[in-house]
């Protein structure tokens, strides 16, 4: 069954095996590094990733195959599943302090980088396409709360 997950792309789309209590999923969730870290990715929408990510909380889910990482086992699977809206949440909450603050957007742009770029993120996600994302989605943000 096609899910869609619009949020980091319009047209990002999962695949889920009801049998198998298998998803396979887009970036819309997060990149993972296996670890601790959930990164959030939503570049054409924040409100469109949390509701691909209620989308996905409503499907019967064990294992997941995420991209740039892999297939999940059930630990981490629960794991990444109550983590993705946490960390897509409290970003885009952080990113909003940053302006408030009187920040700047090289400042959100250094927030985002010293919270998530660190451990397997640096072997899985290239620097220079992280800034790329991180700067869409700074201004995401910026475009979606303030102004």
Known sequence: MTVALPGHTKCSVGFYLPAEKLLLSSETLGVYDGGEIVVPSYLVGYEMTLSSIARVENLE????LLPHYGLLD????KFYLSNCRKS???TAEAIKGVFERGGTHADAVRYFREKY???NITD???EDAMLLN???????I????LI
């Open 88 to 90: 897509a949440v409290e």
């Open 124 to 126: 899985i996600y290239p």
């Open 142 to 145: 910026e475009k979606e709360f």
């Open 61 to 64: 889910i064990e294992r997941l």
């Open 134 to 140: 991180t700067n869409i989605m700074v201004d995401l």
């Open 117 to 119: 770029y660190r451990g």
């Open 74 to 77: 059930r630990e981490k699977t």
